[in-house]
């Protein structure tokens, strides 16, 4: 197992270093000027060249490109100050460090993602498998009809309805907003209810179809069959055998819609207009704020490896038929 949690992490740091050489040389290829971009519409010839060397456009590409690598794990000067490692740059916006945006956005894409996480997995994975268990009773039918109903709505379709009843109609709760929960905890756990619930519920759908089918496979696995031949008990023979390889899927979609969502959950930020990762890269593309982007791009790509690992540590502990060779 180490022997494999190490390859694996040097395999995600070459990984991580190609897409951010992919990024950065993606991104200087483009056809519109990083110093252009940075000093505006009203901008002199004078301060544009000031510009282009306080960014170090003037260097060569190879020199430019040690400098944004080198800057992630040792740090780099700027002309406004010196920026700590890892540095993922300066932005042109904001003149703020792009690492230090981006850690004062994380928490609040992190709170949505962890409290979605534990509704739909809580919600969805065990109303799937208990509809599994009781297949074919009233239960089943009502968990499987609620999921269709919730699969065919969207969040930005289903969050400004939320919006309209929750907050501007009865005014039952404030308007959504993020508060560290070490400054507030009650305002963090409301301000952030109805947005983690909206998105926790269009993924409660496809978790409860999801946990549902795969438990109904499992039970027809030659192995629970025999369980049940030798005379165990149904619930002994589910909670035994057949729950665990169930999980198996569900473990590798939820391996890539953590990490995609800790990248940035951009439909639920837009929709409630908070504050974080998604919000931030939609800012950067808006306002042509390459570094901000490059930065997010590198940052969303980092969960990605993380989880995939995570994945496959799972799989051995979830079913020791698996085997990481």
Not at 35 to 49: F, I, T, V, W, Y
Not at 204 to 226: F, K, N
Not at 242 to 258: M, Q
């Amino acid at each position: 197992m180490l022997q494999f949690i190490l390859r694996r992490t040097v395999g995600a740091l070459v990984t991580l270093f190609l897409i951010g050489a992919a990024t950065f040389f993606l991104f200087v290829a483009a056809p519109s000027d990083y110093a252009s971009l940075a000093c505006g519409k009203d901008c002199s010839p004078q301060r544009l060249e000031d510009i282009r060397q306080a960014l170090g456009l003037n260097l060569p590409i190879a020199q430019q490109f040690w400098d944004f690598m080198s800057g992630i794990f040792m740090g780099r000067d700027f002309p406004t100050g010196h920026c700590s490692a890892p540095c993922l740059g300066q932005s042109f916006y904001s003149g703020d460090m792009v690492w230090n945006t981006i850690m004062d956005r994380f928490p609040t894409t992190l709170t949505l993602t962890a409290g979605g996480a534990v509704v739909f997995l809580v919600v969805g994975v065990g109303a799937g498998m208990i509809s599994a268990y009781k297949r074919g009773s009233m239960l089943d039918k009502f968990a499987t009809g609620t999921s269709m109903v919730l699969s065919s709505f969207q969040i930005y379709f289903l969050g400004p309805i939320v919006l309209w009843i929750f907050v501007y109609s009865t005014g039952w709760m404030d308007n959504p907003q993020y508060t560290p929960i070490t400054q507030d905890p009650w305002g963090w756990f409301t301000g952030m209810l109805l947005p983690t619930l909206v998105m926790a519920s269009i993924f409660t759908a496809q978790y409860t179809r999801m946990a549902r089918s795969s438990m109904i496979e499992q039970l027809a696995e030659e192995h629970v069959r025999t369980a049940r031949a030798k005379g165990m008990s149904r619930k002994y023979v589910f909670y035994r055998y057949a729950w665990r390889g169930a999980l198996i899927p569900i473990v590798t979609v939820l391996g890539i819609d953590l990490s995609s969502m800790l990248g940035g959950a951009v439909v639920t930020e837009l929709t409630f207009s908070l504050q974080g990762i998604g919000r931030l890269a939609v800012d950067g593309a808006i306002h042509k704020d390459l570094p901000m982007t490059m930065g997010v791009m590198l940052f969303g790509a980092f969960f990605i490896l993380i989880f995939n690992i995570l994945t496959d540590i799972a799989y051995a502990w979830i079913d020791p038929r698996v085997r990481l060779s």
